[in-house]
């Protein structure tokens, strides 16, 4: 697609449910990232896929958060048993692979997600 | 100590004015250093890429020092529109290519 596509856009969902967020990528873009954003602060890495490699999840809170990346395309990142810290606003971006004339990220709109 | 580190304003300025807004970072081995823009409530947007020699893009002027490990942002001729919140952003692993973000800085724009 032309972006970053991000669904849903919003979540409310009761505290201790689980959570499914999805994000499809820039076609072509190998490098797909999650980050989320609490109100009111910078944004927070969560973990990264590149191609074919292992994912980089250094940055997951807790092993309630898990993500996929299916034929290197679409993602997923799970969210067990909320808790209401995890509210927060997730986004996912993407970027090509190559090292050169690489500029950066292209964002998503993100999902607002809110743990009642 | 934080990463990367931004003054969070806001900056109050009246249209037409000169703001500058600085950034360090902790990294020495950062590789690639940006400015995204965010508006209320929306993604980040990037602004412009930062280069060793420095860059301007239209009112819109990036500096990298890589010896003191701070990058700045100078925008000129200050518009309405440019009212947003501006993140100094950071790669310190090309191979990796993940990028830190700064809490940003947040310019309003008065008329």
């Known amino acids: 697609g032309a972006g970053v596509s991000q669904s849903p856009s919003n979540k409310v969902t009761e505290k201790g449910k689980d959570v499914e967020l999805r994000c499809d990528p820039i076609?072509?873009?190998?490098?797909l990232y999650w980050y989320r954003q609490s109100l009111g602060q910078g944004l927070e890495f969560l973990i990264y896929?590149?191609?074919?490699?292992?994912?980089?999840k250094s940055g997951l809170p807790s092993d309630r958060f898990s993500a996929e990346r299916t034929g290197g395309s679409v993602s997923t990142l799970t969210i067990q048993r909320t808790q209401q810290e995890d509210s927060a606003v997730y986004l996912c971006?993407?970027?090509?692979?190559?090292?050169?004339?690489?500029?950066?990220?292209?964002f998503g709109s993100g999902t607002r997600l809110t743990v009642v | 100590r934080k990463e990367v580190e931004q003054d969070p304003g806001p900056f109050n300025v009246p249209e037409g004015a000169t703001v500058a807004f600085n950034c360090t970072y902790s990294?020495?081995?950062?590789?690639?250093f940006f400015w995204y823009r965010q508006d209320c409530r929306k993604e980040p947007k990037l602004l412009m890429s930062?280069?060793?020699s420095g860059n301007e893009d239209g009112r819109f002027t990036a500096q990298l020092n890589r010896a003191s490990q701070y990058i700045s942002l100078l925008i000129r001729d200050s518009k309405l529109s440019d009212s947003a919140t501006y993140l100094c952003?950071?790669?310190?692993?090309?191979?990796?290519?993940?990028?830190?973000f700064g809490s940003g800085t947040r310019l309003q724009v008065q008329p």
């Open positions: 971006a993407s970027s090509r692979g190559t090292p050169s004339g690489w500029d950066g990220y292209t």
């Open positions: 076609s072509g873009h190998t490098a």
């Open positions: 896929f590149q191609g074919n490699s292992a994912p980089d």
């Open positions: 990294n020495s081995a950062s590789q690639s």
């Open positions: 930062v280069y060793s």
């Open positions: 952003v950071v790669n310190k692993d090309t191979g990796r290519r993940a990028l830190t």
